[in-house]
């Protein structure tokens, strides 16, 4: 258990809709990832936020946004859906914003857009 | 631009056996480098990372990983393997650059099967 926690595990929903995705990072950690993981494109970085500020945007799409709050959970929303967009999101969260900061990753939200 | 490249995306090896996951990167500027472990159903586990000092890096689970600045190289062995071992593994990389900082690029990733 990294620590990292998500919700849901699991989402279906249909194409043109909307979801929000949450993550809890470990107790002290001010940096929050998001990675989408797919067949087609492999582990990509999405956005990276540090104590609630936006730090890096990665291969995002602008019906695509996230947030991290004062109390430093983030939430990733999603809308539009298309079919592509079925993919297993993973949140990472680490201590601070440094290159060798270990990023310890949550199980991750499995979204199936039928 | 970075990028990570693994060779084999399947590993096969029988229990007891040296396993070995190769991993280059290309980066323009020095890289701190990560391998990963993914079990079924389950998130991303780091098992060990090279940021500076020594080029020999040992992990958790009996793994190690070598960097290998000449060769552009991070590759991943372990001396015997365990049935326990099968699993999917990410080699990644970050770099100091402006826009990209904190961001870790991920190879495609090998899947190890262990035979008994």
């Known amino acids: 258990d990294s620590g990292v926690t998500q919700t849901p595990k699991h989402l279906i929903t249909a194409t043109g809709q909307r979801v929000t995705l949450r993550c809890s990072p470990r107790s002290g950690d001010l940096s929050v990832y998001w990675y989408q993981q797919s067949l087609d494109q492999g582990l990509q970085f999405l956005i990276h936020y540090y104590n609630g500020e936006e730090r890096a945007k990665g291969n995002i799409l602008e019906r695509f946004s996230a947030q991290q709050f004062p109390d430093l959970h983030s939430e990733l929303n999603l809308s539009s859906l298309e079919l592509g967009d079925s993919a297993l999101y993973f949140c990472?969260?680490?201590?601070?914003?440094?290159?060798?900061?270990?990023?310890?990753f949550g199980p991750g939200t499995r979204l199936t857009v039928l | 631009a970075q990028s990570v490249t693994q060779l084999g995306s399947h590993v096969s090896v029988s229990e007891g056996a040296l396993v070995l996951l190769r991993c280059n990167y290309s980066?323009?500027?020095?890289?701190?480098l990560f391998w990963y472990v993914q079990y079924p159903n389950q998130g991303l586990q780091l098992l060990l990372k090279?940021?500076?000092?020594?080029?020999l890096v040992k992990g958790i689970n009996g793994f190690e990983a070598e960097f290998k600045k000449s060769e552009t190289s991070f590759h991943l062995t372990k001396p015997s393997a365990h049935m326990s071992d099968a699993a999917e593994y990410f080699c990644?990389?970050?770099?100091?650059?402006?826009?990209?900082?904190?961001?870790?690029?991920f190879g495609r990733g090998t899947q190890l099967t262990v035979w008994p």
């Open positions: 090279y940021t500076t000092g020594a080029t």
């Open positions: 980066s323009s500027v020095p890289p701190y």
């Open positions: 990472a969260s680490s201590v601070r914003d440094r290159l060798t900061d270990t990023q310890y």
């Open positions: 990644a990389v970050s770099v100091a650059r402006g826009s990209t900082l904190g961001r870790l690029y």
